[in-house]
């Protein structure tokens, strides 16, 4: 029994929407003519490629699986893919060759704990690829409280942030940016199910999601893909108002099949907002007994 995934679909959509997002004079092509939709067409693409319209069409229906590292090179450079982008591509064409290793939930050592605990001025959490908060520090279960005491997150066993930004109205309030976290949030979601098509709970957060959220229908439907997560945040916190900080995640691997993303929040030293940091980390001090 074949057990690879039918990632057909996948790339299908993929190649289209990266193609429409193209114009002929971004990629140096003549324009002549009524076009009938937007962005490149496919024998365009092939060009650019050097290959047969043929075969561009073929590998557009989704047909990856015997294709060469160096031809998909050649694509995703027609197709100006970013790096994320470009790992996603190869990631769809390893699938399609073989049954990839599912990925599986673990818990987080001891001493990842520790080092989050040591982290008093920087919000540090783990999540895995379904944006589950897996563990956290003290100061990020204050900064992420919005997210963590949502009525859409309490009866799921984790908190998550996709289902939070989608399904509750008060994340518009909290990310003072929501338009753009709603793109990341879909956009890391997107590439989680290339990297683990097996995963029965990220299909069902994604059905999900799309029942519930016709933002999430068309954010999941533009098939943007975020890998690295970096940048700068703006949230709205009940307890301290506005606040300004910057991001980074990294890959956190727990064992040989799982790796999850470590995320730290800081504010910028003698900055307004990393008074509030402090502000926030001091309600959420233990109090002493007395």
Known sequence: MDHRPDNRAQIRDFLATRRAKLTPAQVGLPTSGRRRVPGLRREEVAVLAGVSTEWYTRLEKGHI????EEVLD???QALRLDQDERTYLFG???AARRAPSRRRDVEVPPSVQW???SMTMSAAFVRNGRQDIVTSNALARALLAPVFDSPVTTGHGRANLAR????DPDSRRFFVDWDEAAVVSA?????EAGRDPHDRALRDLVGELSTLSTGFRGQW???DVRI???GSKRLWHPQVGDLELTYRSLDLPVSVRTVYGLTIYTAEPGSTSEERLKLLSSLAAPQPAG
């Open 187 to 191: 956009a890391l979601l997107r590439a």
């Open 74 to 76: 050649a694509v995703a």
């Open 92 to 94: 769809l064409a390893r």
């Open 164 to 167: 939070y930004v989608f399904l």
């Open 221 to 223: 439907a533009a098939h």
């Open 228 to 230: 690295s997560h970096v």
């Open 65 to 68: 699986g015997g294709v060469s």
């Open 115 to 117: 080092l989050l605990d």
